[in-house]
């Protein structure tokens, strides 16, 4: 038997405990998850904020610085609108006039830029072509080829006010880029005179780096060109231009997570990747802590369910394959550690042993009083069916010793003997097919004598059948009730014809007559009597149905469903060519 409670208890056991803790742990992770997230974005968003707050000083501080270095005065003038007023008004100064307005140049310059921590050069480029320069330290090169530069023409096209960009010398001597404010100079009238341009380093960018931004940093316009950027992560300007299209502060990529912010010039952006390397770790370690617990829940919780499976599912399982084994074969109590539990398994194993030893002991008795009763039945009905034969013959007998002596009646007298020789041996209740019809055929002689006919038996029986078990005088009272109700009043010939056939697991035997009919109301009686259905017969035809079939066909029913139950039997037919048909239904057994 399939243990299918057991599995299917047990599954409910894990399924009740594991799956809601793997329910939670998921919640858990999830909330765990998004919380991280939102901590990191929130963390990353203030960062780049303050990036952005202090680029933004800077871009401011350096403004100020060009607008101071412009309206710097020396002498109660503008030293710059002076210098380049001179430069733009004269074709040529003479060297004394340009070494008085380089050491102003420089006075103001140095003054300024000296000690600030982003300015690294000043340069100022005249209409006529002459430069003045001032570094703190090296030179950067930016007057060579100026007019050709980017800065310059857009500036020069556009007539703008200032630009502020991002600039790298081509002097390979000066590497990096550098952070570039030039200014138009105008005099008092608004006639551009010359350009001043500030070179500073771009250290406010490059000490935003953190524990939280990673050590990536750029800078975007509004079409997404690269204008500066430290580090090395975004390499096109594709993902540059989803950036830039972006209306959050966030953006996410295959290669990592983007935040940035809104630059005060130019409508720039600065976008840094974040790294929580802390935060994550410390994600990742309450995660992996968490599945060890988890782990070490669900083997406890198997544990249990082992438990519980061995001292309380098994016994349940064990107790209905008991119960199943009960019908096919003895159960002997091996179940000792079951019945002495004081528990309720230990009341359900000793009431269901006790309930199996009182129905062993009532079917035992019921089956020896059962065995006795059918055996006394048996008897009883066998006897009853000699007595009435025996009357019949034995009246024949008389009527014929009363008319004359005869040879028939020393036929007669053996038939009889023989028959009575037949019947003598009540132990047993059944005899093979060809011994039945040998009784058959010796009641035959007997019948031919008493009423002055022939009466023609057809035997259409295989050799392999003969063989097989039947009840003992089956078919004598079925040939009398033949004979005496079917062909008793017809003057053609009289025959019986008796045949076997083997269907599946049953022996069907026929017993037929070419007599007159039975009528269908007396016939639809006759099988309610053999069934012992209609018990409330009139007074006639009760006493028409004890004359012709209720000693023979009803105590053959009888019989057959004592000795081999109900699923066998016989049944009366009218054949269609006239004449009476019993079909008989018995297992198929062979001596």
Same mark, same amino acid.
């Given at each position: 038997?399939?243990?299918?409670?057991?599995?299917? #208890?047990?599954?409910?056991?894990?399924?009740?405990?594991?799956?809601? #803790?793997?329910?939670?742990?998921? #919640?858990?992770?999830?909330?765990?998850?998004?919380?991280?997230?939102?901590?990191?974005?929130?963390?990353?968003?203030?960062?780049?904020?303050?990036?952005?707050?202090?680029?933004?000083?800077?871009?401011? $501080?350096?403004?100020?610085?060009?607008?101071?270095?412009?309206?710097?005065?020396?002498?109660?003038?503008?030293?710059?609108?002076?210098? !380049?007023?001179?430069?733009?008004?004269?074709?040529?100064?003479?060297?004394?006039?340009?070494?008085?307005?380089?050491?102003?140049?420089?006075?103001?310059?140095?003054?300024?830029? /000296?000690? &600030?921590?982003y300015a690294e050069a000043v340069y100022l480029f005249n209409k006529n072509g002459s430069n003045y320069i001032y570094t703190k330290g090296k030179d950067y090169f930016l007057e060579t080829d100026y007019k050709e530069s980017t800065w310059y023409k857009q500036i020069e096209e556009n007539g703008l006010y200032k630009m502020m960009t991002f600039w790298s010398s081509s002097n390979k001597r000066v590497t990096g880029k550098y952070y570039l404010e030039i200014r138009p100079v105008s005099n008092d009238r608004g006639?551009?005179?010359?350009?001043?341009?500030?070179?500073?380093?771009?250290?406010?960018?490059?000490?935003?780096?953190?524990?939280?931004?990673?050590?990536?940093?750029?800078?975007? &316009?509004?079409?997404?060109?690269?204008?500066?950027?430290?580090?090395?992560?975004?390499?096109?300007?594709?993902?540059?231009?989803?950036?830039?299209?972006?209306?959050?502060?966030?953006?996410?990529?295959?290669?990592?997570?983007?935040?940035?912010s809104e630059l005060g010039i130019n409508n720039w952006k600065i976008v840094s990747k974040y790294n929580l390397g802390e935060l994550g770790t410390l994600y990742k370690n309450n995660i992996i802590n968490l599945v060890l617990v988890i782990a070490v829940c669900i083997i406890f919780i198997i544990f249990l369910?082992?438990?519980?499976?061995?001292?309380?599912?098994?016994?349940?399982?064990?107790?209905?394959?008991?119960?199943?084994?009960?019908?096919? /074969?003895?159960?002997?109590?091996?179940?000792?550690?079951?019945?002495?539990?004081?528990?309720?398994?230990?009341?359900?194993?000793?009431?269901?042993? @006790?309930?199996?030893?009182?129905?062993?002991?009532?079917?035992?008795?019921?089956?020896?009083?059962?065995?006795?009763?059918?055996? $006394?039945?048996?008897?009883?009905?066998?006897?009853?069916?000699?007595?009435?034969?025996?009357?019949?013959?034995?009246?024949?007998?008389?009527? =014929?010793?009363?008319?004359?002596?005869?040879?028939?009646? !020393?036929?007669?007298?053996? !038939?009889?003997?023989?028959?009575?020789?037949?019947?003598?041996?009540?132990?047993?209740?059944? @005899?093979?097919?060809?011994?039945?019809?040998?009784?058959?055929?010796?009641?035959?002689?007997?019948?031919?004598?008493?009423?002055?006919? !022939?009466?023609?038996?057809?035997?259409?029986?295989?050799?392999?059948?003969?063989?097989?078990?039947?009840?003992?005088?089956?078919? /004598?009272?079925?040939?009398?009730?033949?004979?005496?109700?079917?062909?008793?009043?017809?003057?053609?010939?009289?025959?019986?014809?008796?045949?076997?056939? $083997? =269907?599946?697991?049953? =022996?069907?035997?026929?017993?037929?007559?070419?007599?007159?009919?039975?009528?269908?109301?007396? =016939?639809?009686?006759? +099988?309610?009597?053999?069934?012992?259905?209609?018990?409330?017969?009139? /007074?006639?035809?009760?006493?028409?149905?004890? %004359?012709?079939?209720?000693?023979? #066909?009803?105590?053959?029913? +009888?019989?057959?469903?004592?000795?081999?139950? %109900?699923?066998?039997?016989?049944?009366?037919?009218?054949?269609?060519?006239?004449?009476?048909?019993?079909?008989?239904?018995?297992?198929?057994?062979?001596?």
């Amino acid at each position: 038997m399939k243990n299918k409670m057991k599995i299917k #208890l047990t599954l409910l056991l894990i399924c009740i405990s594991i799956v809601p #803790l793997i329910i939670l742990f998921s #919640l858990y992770i999830k909330n765990t998850y998004d919380f991280y997230k939102t901590q990191r974005k929130g963390m990353a968003f203030t960062e780049i904020e303050k990036a952005a707050y202090k680029a933004n000083t800077a871009f401011s $501080e350096i403004d100020e610085l060009v607008s101071s270095l412009i309206y710097s005065q020396y002498d109660n003038e503008y030293c710059i609108q002076s210098i !380049s007023a001179q430069e733009n008004e004269k074709s040529e100064l003479t060297d004394i006039e340009r070494l008085q307005n380089y050491r102003e140049f420089k006075y103001v310059c140095s003054n300024l830029i /000296q000690n &600030n921590q982003y300015a690294e050069a000043v340069y100022l480029f005249n209409k006529n072509g002459s430069n003045y320069i001032y570094t703190k330290g090296k030179d950067y090169f930016l007057e060579t080829d100026y007019k050709e530069s980017t800065w310059y023409k857009q500036i020069e096209e556009n007539g703008l006010y200032k630009m502020m960009t991002f600039w790298s010398s081509s002097n390979k001597r000066v590497t990096g880029k550098y952070y570039l404010e030039i200014r138009p100079v105008s005099n008092d009238r608004g006639e551009q005179l010359s350009y001043i341009a500030v070179v500073c380093n771009t250290d406010f960018l490059s000490e935003m780096d953190n524990e939280i931004l990673d050590d990536f940093i750029m800078i975007i &316009n509004e079409q997404g060109d690269i204008q500066y950027e430290a580090g090395n992560d975004i390499q096109n300007t594709g993902k540059t231009g989803q950036i830039n299209k972006n209306d959050q502060s966030f953006t996410e990529r295959k290669n990592g997570e983007y935040v940035f912010s809104e630059l005060g010039i130019n409508n720039w952006k600065i976008v840094s990747k974040y790294n929580l390397g802390e935060l994550g770790t410390l994600y990742k370690n309450n995660i992996i802590n968490l599945v060890l617990v988890i782990a070490v829940c669900i083997i406890f919780i198997i544990f249990l369910v082992l438990i519980i499976e061995k001292y309380f599912i098994d016994p349940i399982v064990r107790l209905s394959y008991i119960m199943v084994q009960v019908p096919e /074969q003895n159960i002997k109590n091996k179940d000792k550690k079951y019945k002495e539990r004081t528990d309720e398994i230990g009341v359900l194993y000793n009431q269901f042993y @006790e309930m199996i030893n009182k129905i062993n002991i009532l079917i035992k008795e019921q089956y020896i009083s059962q065995i006795n009763f059918l055996k $006394e039945k048996l008897n009883g009905l066998m006897s009853q069916i000699n007595s009435h034969f025996l009357f019949n013959t034995l009246e024949s007998i008389n009527c =014929l010793a009363d008319l004359d002596g005869d040879k028939r009646i !020393s036929l007669m007298s053996k !038939s009889l003997g023989d028959m009575l020789h037949y019947s003598m041996d009540f132990e047993k209740s059944e @005899e093979t097919l060809e011994s039945e019809m040998k009784n058959i055929k010796t009641y035959i002689k007997i019948q031919e004598i008493r009423f002055e006919n !022939s009466i023609r038996v057809i035997e259409n029986i295989p050799d392999k059948l003969k063989n097989c078990i039947v009840l003992k005088f089956m078919l /004598q009272p079925i040939v009398e009730n033949a004979v005496e109700h079917g062909l008793i009043d017809v003057e053609n010939d009289w025959w019986i014809k008796i045949s076997a056939e $083997e =269907l599946g697991e049953k =022996l069907v035997i026929r017993i037929e007559n070419g007599g007159e009919y039975i009528p269908s109301e007396r =016939l639809e009686k006759i +099988r309610k009597k053999i069934e012992g259905i209609n018990e409330h017969l009139d /007074q006639d035809s009760d006493l028409k149905l004890k %004359r012709g079939h209720n000693i023979g #066909l009803e105590n053959i029913q +009888r019989r057959i469903h004592i000795v081999y139950s %109900r699923a066998y039997g016989l049944n009366i037919f009218n054949r269609e060519k006239g004449g009476v048909r019993v079909e008989i239904t018995l297992p198929l057994k062979y001596s």
